[in-house]
T-cell receptor, first 115, second 115 residues
């Protein structure tokens, strides 16, 4: 069964450093998303991406964050200068079609720890 | 700003009995609702969804009920199995009415099914 994959599974970084989280969405999916879950809190939407541009973003997704689809398979989230409060589990998700009721399928997550 | 609320943090049931997980929402623009299951160190796994034009959707042991007037949905699992033990998230989107495909999650409920 096709699945969303994410690398790395864990990332430890120093405050102020840049990190890139990578995702490979399901191959025929067209909508891509990033969510995060801070420990003990709920899963929060960060950004959605369709047709090579951001379609929606939350207030969390400030200028320190960017997303890119550098090739036909990868979808990346970059945090330019990490802060302690960026420590969280980051989930990538994808959905098949432009139909807005398409189910989003999640990857296993990357646990980011900022020291 | 809890637009999606799962007021009970945990539920414990005996194997073979029914598990009922509840979810309330406040935003009347939500029109598509999903349940995800999450094991530790894994991403949310899609279980079942329902759009606002329906009041019930069934898939095997899982049934989701939607009461739009009460802004309430519930997930019934019957019979419950030990493998169902996980954290369950209710999520909603305003995909159709609001044009937003982002998912808004509840805080989750930990279900334990005892053998």
């Amino acid at each position: 069964e096709p699945e969303v994959t994410q690398t790395p599974s864990h990332q430890v970084t120093q405050m102020g450093q840049e990190v890139i989280l990578r995702c490979v969405p399901i191959s025929n999916h067209l909508y891509f998303y990033w969510y995060r879950q801070i420990l003990g809190q709920k899963v929060e939407f960060l950004v959605s991406f369709y047709n090579n541009e951001i379609s929606e973003k939350s207030e969390i997704f400030d200028d320190q964050f960017s997303v890119e689809r550098p090739d036909g398979s990868n979808f990346t989230l970059k945090i330019r200068s990490t802060k302690l409060e960026d420590s969280a589990m980051y989930f990538c998700a994808s959905s098949e079609l432009a139909a807005l009721t398409e189910t989003q399928y999640f990857g296993p997550g990357t646990r980011l720890l900022v020291l | 700003d809890q637009q999606v609320k799962q007021n009970s943090p945990s539920l414990s049931v005996q194997e073979g009995r029914i598990s009922i997980l509840n979810c309330d929402y406040t935003n009347s623009m939500f029109d598509y609702f999903l349940w995800y299951k999450k094991y530790p160190a894994e991403g949310p796994t899609f279980l079942i969804s329902i759009s606002s034009i329906k009041d019930k959707n069934e898939d095997g042991r899982f049934t989701v009920f939607l009461n739009k007037s009460a802004k309430h949905l519930s997930l019934h699992i019957v019979p419950s199995q030990p493998g169902d033990s996980a954290v369950y998230f209710c999520a909603a989107s305003g995909a159709i009415q609001g044009g937003s495909e982002k998912l808004v999650f509840g805080k989750g409920m930990k279900l334990t099914v005892n053998p």
